[in-house]
């Protein structure tokens, strides 16, 4: 897919409302340590759904949510809004603005085009769309350390990824549960 724009709101260390309009072409993000380039790609992870929150580097999911300073008060949710246009169907590209938004004590609401949908739905779009919360186009700090070590079922894993069957995967676990 074509990612065009990113919302942040509460998120990690994006405190006020943030918009990024990201072009077309290589975007490099810079700035000094702890400035929060690595929460903007964990932004773009989470609201592709991602479930671990060890990969949110947190203890809980609740851990996103921006938790105060000595001079700030902690947010009581983060909202992320990821806009772009899909990979081409059929030849066409679709818009796709897809929305999460976590609150204390009531976990996260998905909304994909305006509709509240499941975070399966969402896993679903873009594990078909082979741009996953786990992508490997999403190259995250010591991933490249974390291929080298991996497991040969974990490595299978990621060549899955990359090879847009996944979504084949979350079907099937969904078939077995019923
Ligand atoms: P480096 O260059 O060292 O990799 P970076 O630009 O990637 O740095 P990040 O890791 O994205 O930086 O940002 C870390 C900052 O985000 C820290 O200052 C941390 O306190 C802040 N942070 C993370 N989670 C939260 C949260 N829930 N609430 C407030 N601040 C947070
Ligand atoms: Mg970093």
């Not at 809004?81 to 929305?99: M, N, W």
């Not at 010591?142 to 894993?157: C, D, L, N, S």
């Amino acid at each position: 897919m074509r990612i065009r724009r990113l919302k942040l709101s509460g998120f990690k260390s994006f405190v006020e409302p943030a918009e990024l309009r990201i072009e077309p072409g290589l975007t490099g993000v810079v700035g000094p340590n702890g400035c929060g380039k690595s929460n903007l790609l964990e932004a773009i992870r989470w609201v592709m759904g991602e479930s671990s929150p060890k990969s949110m580097r947190g203890g809980g999911m609740e851990d996103v949510i921006f938790a105060g300073t000595s001079t700030r008060p902690p947010r009581s949710f983060a909202e992320v809004v990821l806009s772009g246009e899909t990979a081409p169907i059929d030849g066409a590209r679709e818009e796709l603005e897809v929305v999460r938004r976590i609150e204390r004590g009531a976990g996260s609401a998905y909304r994909v085009n305006g509709r509240d949908v499941r975070a399966k739905d969402v896993a679903l779009i873009f594990a078909d769309a082979a741009t996953g919360a786990h992508s490997p186009a999403l190259v995250s700090q010591g991933k490249i350390a974390a291929v080298i070590a991996a497991k040969p079922t974990e490595r299978r894993a990621m060549l899955e990824e990359a090879a847009g069957i996944a979504g084949l995967h979350v079907r099937r676990k969904d078939a077995e549960q019923k």
